[in-house]
């Protein structure tokens, strides 16, 4: 789970595009108050799997992660 913004920091969107030279597999979410960002508006198209938005509850959080941890074993099997 990546914050999009971080002041004075290396964002989510950076962060991922870096991590995803490593490993093109990874399944990473997105967090931001920021519900207009484009990136918040369109996850797959910066490479991440999900969106989770600010302020976010606990069953917010653990319904995007089943999703995408359920989705990446789904994908795993076949």
């Given at each position: 789970?990546?914050?999009?913004?971080?002041?004075?920091?290396l964002?989510g969107?950076?962060?991922l595009?870096?991590?995803?030279e490593i490993?093109?597999?990874?399944?990473?979410?997105?967090?931001?108050?920021?519900?207009?960002?484009?990136?918040?508006?369109?996850?797959?198209?910066?490479?991440?799997?999900a969106?989770?938005g600010?302020?976010?509850?606990?069953?917010?959080?653990?319904?995007v992660?089943?999703?995408v941890?359920?989705?990446?074993?789904?994908?795993?099997?076949?």
């Amino acid at each position: 789970i990546m914050d999009l913004t971080i002041p004075g920091g290396l964002g989510g969107k950076d962060t991922l595009a870096r991590i995803l030279e490593i490993d093109p597999a990874v399944r990473a979410i997105v967090s931001s108050g920021y519900s207009q960002d484009p990136v918040m508006a369109d996850p797959g198209r910066y490479g991440f799997a999900a969106t989770l938005g600010k302020p976010f509850d606990s069953r917010a959080l653990e319904s995007v992660l089943q999703d995408v941890l359920g989705n990446a074993a789904a994908s795993d099997r076949f």
